[in-house]
């Protein structure tokens, strides 16, 4: 397989930001050759640009999905950055016991940790109540692995114990080294896919919208358009929480910041 050249490189730089409004930095040239190159491999390829033609084709939609699936999965982890769920505890015991259903929209999901910690936090604090949690994403993959709700026992070491013995099942025998996330709570956390740089599919409006340490891979103007739609889904009064690395200068008037990383949508 001949190594990725600078010019190969650029066009897989346009492809992921055509397809996920992603800047993929100079730096990133070794992730994508790592991740791309089984593919590569399976299309007796032996070089990238083939591998982009074959892309660009438009005969291979499923392996299109494929590479952005590839190119776009972070990492991520249960009970990240902890001052999130704290604030959405406190805000569902605020309007516990009131009819409608509190709903909270996990918005780059990935493999599942963000929403089925918010689900672990409503299950405890909103107990016969009623409550829903979505999480959507852009890679079909990591959705398929998320509603599955398997993970290994070391990407559960920052759940609290407690919840490990109410919410998580441990696995035996060929799933020995595995938990399960109780189906309790499976049912009540849906994944859609839906790509933040394109026009939404009807979602509903939300309590509380995640959309955290995402868009440190989008351009200004794409910042704008993809937290414009998010805002769009949210209720007048609800909650936006980002990256604590992140911020909305620049970005948006739309929202007053209650906390850091923490902003509210005008009632």
Known sequence: MKPITDAEFAQFQRFIFDAAGISMADAKKALVTGRLSKRLMVHGLDSFGAYFQLLSSGLHPDEVQMAVDLLTTNETYFFREGKHFEFLR??????RGRPQPYRVWSAASSSGEEAYTMA????????????????????????????????????GRHIPREYLQRFCRKGTAEYDGYFLMDRSLRSRV?????????????????????????????????????????????????YFCIGHSESLNDITQAVEIVAPSIYRKPA
Request: hydrophobic share 50%; net charge positive.
């Open 190 to 238: 849906n994944f859609v896919h839906a790509n933040l740089n394109a026009p939404l599919p009807d979602l509903g409006k939300f309590d509380m919208v995640f959309l955290r340490n995402v868009m440190i891979y989008f351009n200004l103007d794409t910042k704008r358009q993809v937290v414009a739609r998010v805002l769009a889904n949210i209720k007048p009064g609800g």
């Open 120 to 155: 672990m936090v409503l299950a405890d604090v909103m107990p016969g109540q009623a409550w829903d949690i979505l999480g959507t994403d852009i890679s079909t993959r990591v959705l398929e692995g998320a509603r599955r709700g398997l993970y290994t026992l070391e990407r």
């Open 90 to 95: 406190a805000q569902a015991l605020a309007v």
